[in-house]
């Protein structure tokens, strides 16, 4: 970490400013020899007279010393180490906002010993100089890609190092216990208090419940990230793109009174209460001899394999049909929500039947058209990602695949743990499975972790990061 690293930090593009960063010892050195207070005059004058004060803004050019071009018009502010982003010494230089004036200013830094920063390297100085965990590092690109207000909460939450505590008091938690079994096992004659499998399997208890309620924010984690797949299905004519039409809130899909209207899969993002969806209208299931909508057909039950969540839509008006019964047998119940449409036409089909025949499964009466229903199945939706619980600002999420890897794991071993601790197992072979549950935590905020995934997760930030 010895080099000076220097890269683009505004993203590719005309703008009205473009920012460049410097980090490490030569920052200032650089500046020096390339920047032109306005206070000096006109190049060429004698650059080493003049001495940046940390933190402050200075105006003036960037000039090649070389052939004395004045490249742009710039503010430069100097940062002195260690209270930086890095923790080194770190130069910005707002220059205007032109792919030309960056690129050549960038060359001149390059030309005066600086080297160009990888993807995420400014943030993993950061990491290896202490300043941030690993997890508070992810957290920063998170941030950055983040596309809701929720996303967007649970990175800067992350950032600020929660998740970061949560991980720390459970490994405190082990570490305690790891202590009093090492003890026990190394001087077993020693006046020590004697630790029970009792005790041990209560306080391993413990620290799993930890662990497990940590992991179990990942599946809100991951559809706060990603966005939550929700399939409409339900056979011709019982209102699909209409639905489509009603939550997008436009006219997206052709509705028609004609059953077979929609042939191919639509998709469509939106935010309901501020969760991504990927919303997909489907051709509605049927028997058809008609090829194009065969094919669309076999699309739509493709699409409901993989969907997290099924909004199927029934016909309120009449009763079940061959094609509803055909659909109904092939999905999932805990994660369909039923829609009991055209109640405006009548009401034939009760809640109770369709309850008896898909009991995990939230029902909703509609009326898609007037509008009826459709708070009422945005409210379930919410629910479904929340899974019962009331959305918390500022509680921890877990967002990254990486971390949730981890927790099951270390949840595993702690399983392993216990486990042994009921049959009675040599303390020696526990402590095993208790230290791996340790190092797995550690990885985490990257305390136990090798430079191999410290490589993997920076590769995935962008320059100038
Ligand atoms: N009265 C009444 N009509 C509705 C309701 N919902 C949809 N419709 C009408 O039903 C017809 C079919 O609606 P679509 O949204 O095209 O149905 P679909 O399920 O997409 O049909 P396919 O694409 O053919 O599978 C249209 O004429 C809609 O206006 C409702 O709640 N009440
Ligand atoms: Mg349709």
């Given at each position: 970490m010895d080099d000076?690293?220097?890269?683009?930090?505004?993203?590719?593009?005309?703008?009205?400013?473009?920012?460049?960063?410097?980090?490490?010892?030569?920052?200032?050195?650089?500046?020096?020899?390339?920047?032109?207070?306005?206070?000096?005059?006109?190049?060429?004058?004698?650059?080493?007279?003049?001495?940046?004060?940390?933190?402050?803004?200075?105006?003036?050019?960037?000039?090649?010393?070389?052939?004395?071009?004045?490249?742009?018009?710039?503010?430069?502010?100097y940062m002195k180490a260690p209270a930086t982003y890095t923790k080194e010494d770190v130069v910005e230089i707002n220059c205007h906002g032109s792919m030309i004036s960056l690129r050549k200013t960038l060359e001149l830094?390059?030309?005066?010993?600086?080297?160009?920063?990888?993807?995420?390297?400014?943030?993993?100085?950061?990491?290896?100089?202490?300043?941030?965990?690993?997890?508070?590092?992810?957290?920063?690109?998170?941030?950055?890609?983040?596309r809701t207000d929720t996303g967007f909460e649970a990175a800067v939450t992350q950032m600020e190092g929660k998740l970061s505590q949560s991980i720390k008091s459970i490994r405190d938690e082990i570490l305690q216990l790891l202590a009093h079994v090492i003890v026990n096992l190394d001087y077993p004659d020693a006046d020590i208090e004697e630790i029970t499998y009792a005790q041990l399997e209560k306080a391993l208890a413990e620290i799993r419940l930890g662990i497990a309620r940590l992991a179990e924010t990942a599946a809100t984690g991951k559809i706060i990230r990603e966005g939550l797949n929700t399939v409409i299905i339900g056979k011709p004519n019982v209102g699909k793109s209409s639905l489509m039409n009603a939550l997008v809130?436009?006219?997206?899909?052709?509705?028609?009174?004609?059953?077979?209207?929609?042939?191919?899969?639509?998709?469509?993002?939106?935010?309901?209460?501020?969760?991504?969806?990927?919303?997909?209208?489907?051709?509605?299931?049927?028997?058809?001899?008609?090829?194009?909508?065969?094919?669309?057909i076999e699309k739509s039950k493709q699409s409901f394999n993989k969907a997290d969540l099924v909004?199927?839509?029934?016909?309120?008006?009449e009763d079940l049909t061959e094609e509803d019964i055909h659909i109904i047998g092939h999905i999932k119940a805990a994660k369909t929500i039923v829609l009991l449409n055209k109640t405006d036409l009548g009401q034939f089909l009760s809640e109770e039947h369709v309850k008896g025949l898909l009991p995990d499964a939230s029902v909703i009466q509609t009326a898609i058209p007037e509008g009826k229903g459709i708070e009422a199945l945005e409210k379930e939706i919410s629910e479904f990602v929340y899974g019962g619980r009331v959305k918390q600002r500022q509680s921890v999420m877990i967002t990254n695949v990486r971390h949730k890897e981890?927790?099951?794991?270390?949840?595993?071993?702690?399983?392993?743990?216990?486990?042994?601790?009921?049959?009675?197992?040599?303390?020696?072979?526990?402590?095993?499975?208790?230290?791996?549950?340790?190092?797995?935590?550690?990885?985490?905020?990257?305390?136990?972790?090798?430079?191999?995934?410290?490589?993997?997760?920076?590769?995935?930030?962008?320059?100038?990061?």
């Open positions: 000076t690293i220097a890269a683009v930090a505004t993203a590719p593009g005309e703008g009205g400013i473009g920012i460049i960063r410097i980090s490490g010892e030569k920052a200032a050195d650089i500046l020096g020899c390339i920047f032109v207070h306005r206070e000096q005059g006109t190049p060429p004058m004698d650059r080493q007279a003049f001495e940046f004060k940390s933190r402050c803004l200075y105006y003036g050019n960037i000039v090649d010393a070389a052939t004395s071009e004045v490249i742009d018009e710039v503010l430069a502010v830094i390059l030309r005066h010993g600086a080297r160009l920063a990888d993807r995420g390297e400014f943030t993993k100085r950061a990491f290896l100089n202490g300043r941030i965990d690993l997890s508070q590092a992810e957290a920063v690109m998170d941030m950055i890609s983040a809130r436009e006219s997206r899909a052709i509705v028609t009174e004609i059953p077979g209207t929609t042939r191919d899969t639509i998709e469509e993002i939106i935010n309901i209460n501020d969760i991504p969806i990927k919303l997909i209208d489907t051709a509605g299931i049927r028997q058809t001899e008609d090829l194009i909508e065969r094919i669309g909004i199927l839509i029934l016909n309120a008006a981890l927790l099951e794991q270390a949840r595993s071993s702690i399983d392993d743990a216990l486990a042994m601790c009921r049959s009675g197992e040599a303390l020696d072979f526990i402590e095993v499975d208790i230290k791996r549950a340790w190092e797995l935590l550690g990885e985490i905020v990257g305390d136990t972790v090798s430079e191999d995934i410290i490589d993997e997760v920076f590769s995935r930030f962008c320059l100038g990061k």
